[in-house]
């Protein structure tokens, strides 16, 4: 009989180890694929997923006449791996110089081993691809876009700019940021250990959407014509300050909205703050001054407080709790109208206007007329004024208010509610956006005129306008007046409130007003902040709404009513052709289109020195007036060049202005140019020939 030996029981407790290893091994396999799967996967896929954001193009800005205005261009965004950057100091050598940032910073940031790290946005495309051929690994370029101003600085307080990241900060930029900037997309890809990309055909990319575009009630040919009166303002009377602000009457669309000192969107961190923070069209309270009698006096005749022949006692002084409250003009007026209180602008007269009305009417209009409330318009920093609270004021503030003293309006306020009187009484929402485009240039909204309430009767508004036309004809405004046309408006002279009082030798010089008064088609307001020389409203404001207002109702043709007084009609010397034409000068070099209008007996302004004139104002061919300045509309000089008119020069001009292009000249004959080939306007690549007949003059 066999005998069966037992297992040893040192293998039994081996193999019962064994097994309560598998056993224990199996639960943690189960434990890691079931309990903690998910979560590992999803840890997994973050080491070795990367996703980058894709920045949509930002819409572009044009003016009502679809001029562009703003604009993106592209450019790089820089990024580093510093983990995979064995040799920092080597890397930043190379690309710190490029970069513009300190070698020494450059080091530090790519020696903190951290994962990624953004180094420099709006780096240029150049710039960009010099350091992708570099192929530095722990480097990498994001495609991104960085926004362009073609016009300068032109209108920078209304426009606004961006950030690093595109993200509005001021202006209609801010305003319309989220139809500006679009919705971003995202691009995700898988990488190996060393940080490369693997398998770059399984990127899974989420498309952008790009931005929609802005078409403002903004004309830029107008917005130039503000530019140049602010630059004169500076250059006669060096203010503090100084600000245009130009409406449609009709509509409440700004037209153009200039302040100085300004800035460059494109650089605007070099500028202090004070600067771009606050565009002082929404954002600057003062005390009005006189204009202010415009609505007052739309309380006094709405009211049947006053009537305009009715008279008052002005011995040039008046005393209300105490307060002495003198005229401008030191003197005995006498027993004079209300109309021509207004004409004169006399604080005495108003003052006892503003007892007659009363603190409950006088409030009602000053409500009425927006004061005390934001305008809504689509800027940031719609300030509300300030006004004190009718329950509070006293017979003295009532006084001062009619002069436009304890009573503070920001300018856009102000020309809202002077655009009420100038059609007709309606108090309309100021805008400065005029359309929405998509991506491609199709409207997809409209911003239609939005009126507000009817503040006064359509005749209350037309018995004021004639009583600010006498201003303009007889009174404070009387160089305001526009040869032509009829104008209706008011000066102003405010004081400066401070700590203690007035501060002595500080004034705010204004002039409000609209053209042509019968039938308005703008409305300027002209403000100049603490003018040295002169500080009367009439002094300082006027002649620049005069010049302004001018030169915008010829930009649209708009129909002389009337020659200026003085003159015969039809024997108008200020309207006589003069013997030239103005030539064509769209086309040139800036410096060759100053010489050659110059060289027919006219002065040109434009905005800078450099670039190609791209449209003149007035057109080729008008017979100008004495005194007309032919305003040059410039863009830089591109591959695509727009052939100009060559006629009446000579073969060494014509030449120079053709090389200064990047052209060519094919010269027959000799004398001055009489034909060309291609024809004047025609598109012309650099490098081509432009075949040039000479004849000699007559």
């Not at 180890?17 to 056993?23: K, R």
């Not at 039809?570 to 103005?582: C, K, L, P, V």
Request: hydrophobic content about 40%; overall charge positive; charged content about 20%.
């Amino acid at each position: 009989m066999l005998r069966v030996n037992p297992v040893p029981k040192r293998l039994c407790l081996l193999t019962l180890l064994a097994v309560f290893l598998f056993l224990l091994l199996i639960l943690r396999l189960f434990w890691v694929q079931i309990v903690w799967g998910g979560e590992l996967r999803r840890e997994a896929e973050q080491i070795q997923t990367r996703s980058v954001t894709l920045q949509p193009q930002r819409g572009n800005i044009y003016d009502r006449n679809h001029q562009l205005l703003v604009t993106s261009v592209p450019c790089y965004t820089v990024y580093a791996n510093p983990v995979l950057i064995k040799d920092p100091a080597t890397v930043a050598g190379k690309i710190a110089p490029l970069l513009k940032i300190k070698t020494s910073d450059l080091i530090k940031e790519l020696g903190d081993k951290k994962n990624f790290c953004w180094l420099k946005y709006h780096v240029d495309y150049n710039t960009g691809e010099e350091i992708r051929r570099m192929h530095l690994t722990g480097i990498g370029l994001v495609d991104s876009s960085r926004r362009a101003y073609p016009q300068g600085d032109l209108a920078a307080s209304l426009l606004g700019f961006t950030g690093n990241d595109n993200q509005g900060l001021e202006g209609v930029e801010k305003s319309y940021n989220r139809e500006l900037a679009g919705t971003p997309g995202e691009m995700t890809f898988q990488i190996d250990a060393t940080g490369q990309e693997l398998l770059p055909d399984s990127r899974i990319i989420t498309p952008v959407r790009p931005g929609e575009q802005l078409v403002l009630s903004l004309d830029e040919t107008i917005q130039f014509y503000v530019e140049r009166e602010l630059q004169k303002i500076v250059s006669a009377y060096q203010p503090k300050q100084a600000l245009i602000l130009v409406m449609n009457p009709d509509t409440g669309g700004v037209l153009a909205m200039g302040s100085t000192p300004g800035f460059d969107p494109a650089r605007w961190q070099a500028y202090p703050s004070s600067v771009w923070a606050e565009n002082p069209a929404t954002f600057f309270t003062y005390e009005p001054g006189s204009v202010f009698k415009l609505f007052v006096t739309a309380a006094a005749l709405g009211g049947g407080a006053v009537q305009p022949g009715d008279y008052f006692n002005d011995p040039g002084y008046i005393k209300i709790q105490g307060r002495t409250i003198r005229d401008a003009e030191r003197k005995d007026f006498g027993p004079v109208t209300f109309a021509k209180g207004l004409a004169d602008s006399l604080n005495v007269v108003f003052s006892q206007v503003a007892q007659q009305v009363g603190a409950q009417n006088l409030y009602k209009y000053i409500h009425a007329f927006g004061f005390g409330a934001p305008t809504g318009i689509d800027l940031p920093g719609d300030e509300p004024g300030v006004i004190i609270p009718e329950k509070n004021v006293t017979p003295l503030n009532l006084a001062e208010m009619s002069f436009g003293q304890s009573i503070s309006v920001t300018p856009v306020q102000l020309l809202t509610a002077a655009c009420a009187i100038a059609n007709g009484g309606k108090l309309l929402k100021p805008h400065v956006v005029r359309a929405i485009e998509d991506a491609s240039g199709k409207i997809i909204h409209t911003i239609q005129p939005q009126v507000e309430r009817q503040v006064i009767s359509p005749e209350l508004a037309r018995e004021i306008t004639g009583l600010m036309e006498k201003v303009v004809q007889k009174g404070t405004g009387q160089n305001a007046a526009v040869n032509g046309y009829s104008v209706a408006g008011k000066t102003g002279t405010a004081q400066i409130p401070g700590p203690g009082g007035y501060l002595p030798g500080k004034f705010i010089s204004s002039f409000i007003g609209f053209a042509p008064a019968d039938n308005p088609r703008v409305a300027v307001l002209v403000m100049v902040d603490e003018p040295h020389k002169q500080y009367y409203g009439g002094t300082v404001a006027a002649p620049v709404f005069s010049d302004l207002a001018g030169k915008i109702l010829r930009y649209w043709n708009v129909p002389v009513e009337q020659p200026p007084p003085g003159n015969a009609a039809g024997n108008n010397t200020s309207y006589a052709a003069s013997a030239t034409t103005i030539p064509d000068v769209v086309g040139f070099p800036v410096p060759d289109a100053r010489w050659w209008l110059g060289e027919h007996g006219l002065q040109c302004w434009a905005p800078g020195s450099t670039g190609v004139v791209a449209a003149q104002q007035p057109g080729s061919g008008c017979r100008p007036k004495p005194g007309t300045v032919v305003d040059l509309k410039i863009a830089p000089a591109s591959r695509r060049l727009k052939l100009p008119d060559l006629t009446g020069l000579t073969i060494k001009k014509a030449g120079s202005i053709l090389a200064g292009l990047g052209l060519k000249i094919k010269a027959t004959g000799s004398g001055i140019a009489v034909k060309q080939s291609p024809a004047p306007g025609a598109a012309a690549s650099r490098g081509s020939t432009v075949s040039v007949d000479f004849k000699a003059p007559a």
